[in-house]
């Protein structure tokens, strides 16, 4: 069993920039393929971004690609976000989501497996 919790999150005004952290406990992350999904009031849960286990490849959703880096250390059991630039339409709860399978790029969320509770982003003037 994996226990992911987010934190980082936060109210900050467009053009801003927050780290949003995902520790682990109960398993070590290093063989586990981490995403990061969002779901803003009255929308469908939407990828992220996601990091795989092995090589630390990562893919992004176009509407944050050259904004949001995901990361990973796997000796501290903890996968980031870092967002820049943020925009109003990034408001949303961030969930972290573990995906067994060490290799793979899924933006799928019913390959993943384990969630955490997530962290509000909120961004406004």
């Known amino acids: 069993q994996v226990q992911l919790v987010e934190s980082g999150g936060g109210l900050v005004q467009p053009g801003g920039s927050l780290r949003l952290s995902c520790a682990a406990s109960?398993?070590?992350?290093?063989?586990?393929?981490m995403a990061w999904f969002r779901q803003a009031p009255g929308k469908e849960r939407e990828f992220v971004a996601v990091?795989?286990?092995?090589?630390?490849?990562?893919k992004y959703a176009d509407s944050v690609k050259g904004r949001f880096t995901i990361s990973r250390d796997n000796a501290k059991n903890t996968v980031y976000l870092q967002t820049n630039n943020l925009k109003a339409e990034d408001t949303a709860v961030y969930y972290c989501?573990?995906?067994?399978?060490?290799?793979?790029?899924?933006?799928?969320?019913?390959?993943?497996?384990?969630w955490g509770q997530g962290t509000q982003v909120t961004v406004s003037s």
């Open positions: 989501a573990s995906n067994p399978l060490p290799n793979t790029l899924s933006n799928d969320p019913t390959y993943y497996n384990y």
């Open positions: 109960g398993r070590a992350l290093s063989t586990y393929t």
């Open positions: 990091i795989t286990a092995s090589d630390s490849s990562t």
